[in-house]
């Protein structure tokens, strides 16, 4: 298992920005495909973005494509996803996933290894 933690998130207006870290452990890091969820209270768990393991392919949710991006550096152990342009639909308890897999997923369901989430509000 590979252990992950995110941080990053925070209190933010509407148009700004945010770069979300996820930190991992354990495991060799550029064997596992990452993403980034997200939950919002009174939604279900979201898929936001994915990276293969070797950063040549990327996919976003359509509620977030061409605001965010998502990157990662396989010799820090690191995945990111930054935030432009947020509104306040985007708040919400973001989390860092992972799955010890050569094809990425867009389903937070196939994911097995997940951070404890960071908190990102963006004010109105």
């Known amino acids: 298992q590979v252990q992950l933690v995110e941080s990053g998130g925070g209190l933010v207006q509407a148009g700004g920005s945010l770069r979300l870290s996820c930190a991992a452990s354990?495991?060799?890091?550029?064997?596992?495909?990452m993403a980034w969820c997200r939950h919002a209270p009174g939604k279900d768990r979201e898929f936001v973005a994915t990276?293969?393991?070797?950063?040549?392919?990327?996919l976003y949710a359509d509620s977030v494509k061409g605001r965010f991006t998502v990157s990662r550096d396989n010799a820090k152990n690191t995945a990111y996803l930054q935030m432009d342009s947020l509104q306040p639909e985007d708040t919400a308890f973001y989390y860092c996933?992972?799955?010890?897999?050569?094809?990425?997923?867009?389903?937070?369901?196939?994911?097995?290894?997940w951070g404890q989430g960071t908190q990102v509000t963006v004010s109105s």
């Open positions: 990276i293969s393991r070797r950063s040549g392919t990327t």
């Open positions: 996933a992972a799955r010890e897999s050569r094809l990425i997923a867009t389903k937070a369901d196939n994911y097995n290894n």
């Open positions: 354990g495991r060799t890091f550029s064997s596992y495909v």
